[in-house]
């Protein structure tokens, strides 16, 4: 499931206040730096807070642009999101101990895929589950994306039953 750069971009430009259309979208580079310039000034807090925090938000920009939003194949999905789960088993969130900018475009690259899995797969990939949870609960993050269910998961875990 290819998502189209629309689907991603526009409410982290609506996030964040200006618009990021079709001709932004043509070099991930300059989206990448967009996004973190605009984020500094419009909403600092989503922002990096030195130079170590501003490569590492580069870096998942361009991993949710480059790698994320390709996933065309069930295998894709299974590793991405195996090596997002594997990366999060250490973290809450991507760069720092606070939601940025990068949690929040990653959160709309994902937000179709992790909805259209069914129990068992969410059960798979743990950490991923999460730390999307962690992000949707925030509306000005979520915008009108509908919340993806993963309270089963935690019971079918204590009740040790197979749920599907």
């Given at each position: 499931m290819v998502v189209p750069p629309h689907q991603y971009l526009k409410p982290v430009g609506?996030?964040?206040k200006v618009p990021l259309d079709k001709s932004n979208i043509i070099n991930n580079c300059s989206v990448t730096s967009?996004?973190?310039?605009?984020v500094e000034k419009s909403q600092p807090t989503l922002g990096p807070l030195d130079n170590i925090e501003?490569?590492?938000m580069q870096q998942w920009i361009e991993y949710s642009i480059v790698y994320a939003a390709n996933i065309d194949c069930s295998q894709d999905?299974?590793?991405i999101l195996k090596e997002l789960d594997d990366t999060l088993s250490i973290t809450t969130y991507l760069i720092a101990s606070r939601p940025t900018i990068a949690d929040v475009l990653l959160y709309h690259v994902l937000v179709n895929i992790l909805a259209s899995l069914g129990n068992s797969d969410k059960e798979s990939?743990?950490?991923v589950c999460?730390?999307?949870d962690n992000i949707q609960?925030?509306?000005l993050f979520r915008q009108s994306n509908k919340l993806v269910n993963f309270t089963i998961n935690y019971l079918s875990r204590i009740a040790n039953i197979k749920v599907d």
């Open positions: 609506s996030l964040l967009s996004i973190i310039k605009t501003t490569s590492k999905s299974h590793t990939y743990m950490n999460r730390w999307f609960q925030n509306k």
